[in-house]
T-cell receptor, first 114, second 116 residues
Framework: AQSVTQLGSHVSVSEGALVLLRCNYS??????LFWYVQYPNQGLQLLLK??????LVKGINGFEAEFKKSETSFHLTKPSAHMSDAAEYFC????????????FGTGTRLLVSP | DAGVTQSPTHLIKTRGQQVTLRCSPK?????VSWYQQALGQGPQFIFQ???????QRGNFPDRFSGHQFPNYSSELNVNALLLGDSALYLC???????????????FGQGTRLTVV
C-alpha cells in the first residue's frame, strides 16, 4: 500500500520568502513521486516528478523537490515566492510498473501575502 | 494541441438520478483514469481504462462504472446518486507502452457535480 502525508493544510509566506511544503510518503515498493498544483476551479498541473534519475528534481515555475529515502520525504521548495504561486499543492505517489494509480495527499494551500 | 477535455464543466442532479461524464484524452494518449475530488480533499482514484478495459479500480461502489471507446475517449457513469457524490470529477490521460506508463498523467479541468 502507498500513501502520502502532507504536513500543514495551510502555509503562509510573504512575497519573496522561501516556500517549503512538506510531504512524507509510505511505499512498499520503490515509488514515483509527484507534486501537482491546482488553481481555483481548475484541474491539476504537474510541477515535477521523481522517477529515480536524480534525487533533486527541478520543475516548472522555479520549484524543486528533493527525494530523501532515509527520511521518506519529498519536500517542495521555491527560493522566492510570487503572488501567482498562491494555490493548492498536492503530493502524490505511485508505483513504477503495471497499471498504477496516483495516491494523493490531502493538499496544502499556499497563501502569499504582499 | 488540445489537452484533456471534459464535459460538461458543471452539472446539477437530483438524488437518485444517474449521470454521465465525458472525457477526451490528450492527443496521443491511450490510457484514461478518473478521480473524485471532494471539497477540501485530495483526488481519490476511481478507475483506469486501457484498451477499452477497466484495468484497475479504487474503493468505489459498483454504482460507479465506466467505458472507454476505440478513440480512447471515456465516460464515467454514476447511478443512484447520493448527496455524498457531490465533487469535482477529474479525468487524467497518459500514454503507455505495454507494461510501462511512458508519460505522467495530464489532468482535465474537471466536471463539478452537485447532487441536491
Amino acid at each position: 500500500a502507498q500513501s502520502v502525508t502532507q504536513l500543514g493544510s495551510h502555509v503562509s509566506v510573504s512575497e519573496g520568502a522561501l516556500v517549503l511544503l512538506r510531504c512524507n510518503y509510505s511505499s512498499s515498493v520503490p515509488p514515483y513521486l509527484f507534486w501537482y498544483v491546482q488553481y481555483p476551479n481548475q484541474g491539476l498541473q504537474l510541477l515535477l516528478k521523481y522517477t529515480s534519475a536524480a534525487t533533486l528534481v527541478k520543475g516548472i515555475n522555479g520549484f524543486e523537490a528533493e527525494f530523501k529515502k532515509s527520511e521518506t520525504s519529498f519536500h517542495l521548495t521555491k527560493p522566492s515566492a510570487h503572488m501567482s504561486d498562491a494555490a493548492e499543492y498536492f503530493c502524490a505517489v505511485s508505483g513504477r510498473t503495471g497499471f498504477q494509480k496516483l495516491v494523493f495527499g490531502t493538499g496544502t494551500r499556499l497563501l502569499v501575502s504582499p | 494541441d488540445a489537452g484533456v477535455t471534459q464535459s460538461p464543466t458543471h452539472l446539477i442532479k437530483t438524488r437518485g438520478q444517474q449521470v454521465t461524464l465525458r472525457c477526451s484524452p490528450k492527443s496521443g494518449h491511450d490510457t484514461v483514469s478518473w478521480y473524485q475530488q471532494a471539497l477540501g480533499q485530495g483526488p481519490q482514484f476511481i478507475f483506469q481504462y486501457y484498451e477499452e478495459e477497466e484495468r484497475q479500480r479504487g474503493n468505489f461502489p459498483d454504482r460507479f462504472s465506466g467505458h472507454q471507446f476505440p478513440n480512447y475517449s471515456s465516460e464515467l457513469n454514476v447511478n443512484a446518486l447520493l448527496l455524498g457524490d457531490s465533487a469535482l470529477y477529474l479525468c487524467a490521460s497518459s500514454f503507455r507502452t505495454g507494461w510501462i506508463e511512458d508519460t505522467e498523467a495530464f489532468f482535465g479541468q474537471g466536471t463539478r457535480l452537485t447532487v441536491v
